[in-house]
């Protein structure tokens, strides 16, 4: 080779070097901080708004302490809409694979050694949940060059099945995901609900893997907290972009007081239990703040995308699945068809806000906005991965939009205003569709066992709260709703309730249809 040939090609090797070099360090990191079981309202960060879109404080507002959400929400855009499923493992696939749960047809929370199918739910339906060949956004984003960090609870899959162990699903490093829904204590003096010190008790409801703060004061979520710090560090360190999934236990069940934070809500007036529901709320709320502080201290944060959510709506020991008294205003709370089993706070900052930053132009995020359209947990993997500049397979359906026109504080104009939650199962609302279309929410009870058949519908829009059952008195309505939601049903592939000899109970149109 003669010397300007060789120039030729080092110059062209020394520039794609260089360019996929720039390229790995030009992907923006991202945390997303899940909040198990936190509802719209478990904050004192306002969600719900007037007619005019302002956030309107509510008592349960005023009970709770969350000064580090309304820090993030100053910097970036928070959503009054923004829907998860009623329970936990179908919204957590949803984040991965940017479906409802419909389609993936995991419809239900995962039992860690059963299958929790009820009398009459369709016996295909997915209680094994993701696999080793699941489409996943952290397996799209290892694609990328991302490290996927796994913190908290996973809840993907039962035990012995590959959706146990988050290092089957695409991430890289796993601290504390298993099976299981729920730690079985948070205390760091009860080894986390493990039976024996420094060991993981996989048929317990132990957390696995923080054995060293076995016997120890450190509350869990305290201890997950470190062990993010402790991973981002090294990613930043490695010089590896990192996708941090920090899915705390907390909110969950057992309500353990976190005795940094009982004095704040012993003058409340709430039961005990409730007051320990507070304290978890605002351990998880100095676990974000922390992290924020860690990103800039890092000197990261102007790189770091910050997306805050709940995974269905809120437990807190307030009152029963269907009246207004845990997530009120809102009616009813977690495992409900009502907008409080389904309602969860959303957040969307950059953790250092700077429109000159690069990744902030390509993604820019309204600061201190409350945006009305509403929105969905499918939506942020779409939103996640066209940031980075990851290509979804075609073959992949979803159903979610990208959130960026909406976090740059307008509606976005081609979004349909559709939520659609399908629960062929028994637990505090049984074998129900609830389907929303823009100011109107439609909820199919199917006639399954002694249950009758029954149709509700309400305006959300003149009736947030879901007071007046409209369905008689609004025919044309109630026939228009139902009809979109049985194609929405079909479109994503229902599986629907069954009789007790196997066959298929779909929903029956209103009698005037
Ligand atoms: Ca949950």
């Not at 991202?30 to 909040?35: P, S």
Request: hydrophobic content about 35%.
């Amino acid at each position: 080779m003669n010397s300007p040939k060789l120039l030729l090609v080092l110059v062209l090797l020394g520039f794609s070097l260089s360019n996929s070099a720039l390229s790995a360090a030009d992907k923006p990191n991202i945390v997303l901080f899940l909040v198990d079981d936190m509802g719209a309202m478990d904050t004192s960060l306002p969600f719900l708004t007037d007619e005019k879109g302002t956030p309107v404080k509510h008592p349960l507002n005023r009970f709770y302490r969350t000064p580090n959400m309304e820090r993030l929400a100053a910097q970036g855009t928070r959503f009054s809409q923004f829907y998860a499923q009623s329970v936990c493992s179908p919204t957590r696939i949803s984040i991965m694979t940017g479906q409802n749960a419909t389609r993936h047809k995991t419809t239900n929370w995962i039992k860690p050694k059963s299958n929790n199918r009820s009398k009459f739910t369709p016996a295909n339906w997915n209680w094994t949940g993701l696999t080793k060949s699941s489409l996943t956004l952290t397996r799209l984003l290892g694609q990328s060059g991302y490290q996927s960090i796994h913190v908290g609870k996973g809840h993907f899959g039962p035990f012995d099945h590959e959706g146990q162990d988050p290092l089957n699903l695409g991430f890289h490093v796993n601290i504390g995901g298993d099976s299981i829904g729920q730690p079985g204590s948070y205390y760091g003096k009860r080894n986390y609900g493990n039976k024996v010190k420094g060991q993981d008790e996989k048929n317990t409801y132990g957390v696995s893997h923080l054995t060293d703060y076995h016997g120890s004061d450190t509350f869990l979520t305290e201890a997950l907290t470190i062990e993010a710090k402790k991973a981002v560090t090294q990613s930043t360190e490695e010089k590896k972009p990192f996708y941090l999934y920090m899915a705390h236990y907390a909110l969950h069940a057992p309500f353990n007081s976190d005795a940094r934070f009982a004095k704040n809500y012993l003058k409340s007036g709430k039961p005990k239990n409730a007051q320990a529901y507070a304290t978890l709320v605002e351990g998880m709320d100095k676990s974000l703040g922390d992290l924020l502080d860690h990103l800039n201290a890092l000197g990261v944060a102007e790189d770091t995308l910050v997306l805050f959510l709940g995974d269905n709506g809120g437990d807190a020991p307030l009152g029963g699945a269907h009246d207004y008294g845990s997530s009120a205003p809102l009616r009813g709370k977690k495992g409900a068809h009502y907008e409080g089993g389904t309602r969860a706070p959303f957040i969307a900052a950059w953790a250092r806000p700077n429109p000159a930053n690069p990744h902030q132009k390509r993604l820019p995020i309204s600061q201190g906005t409350t945006q009305t359209q509403l929105a969905t947990v499918m939506d942020l993997f779409p939103t996640i991965l066209n940031l980075v500049g990851q290509e979804i397979p075609k073959d992949h359906p979803i159903d979610a939009h990208d959130l960026k026109a909406q976090l740059s504080g307008s509606p976005n104009p081609d979004r349909p205003e559709i939520f659609l939650s399908h629960f062929p199962h028994e637990h505090r609302s049984n074998y129900y569709t609830g389907f929303r279309h823009g100011d109107w929410k439609l909820i199919y009870h199917y006639p399954v066992g002694k249950q009758k058949q029954r149709y509700e519908l309400f305006n959300l829009r003149s009736d947030p709260f879901e007071k007046a059952d409209l369905s008689t008195k609004n025919p044309a309505e109630l026939k228009r709703l139902f009809s979109e939601m049985t194609t929405h049903l079909k479109a994503q592939g229902a599986l629907f309730p069954v009789t007790a000899d196997g066959r298929k109970i779909t929903p029956v149109a209103p009698e005037f249809l």
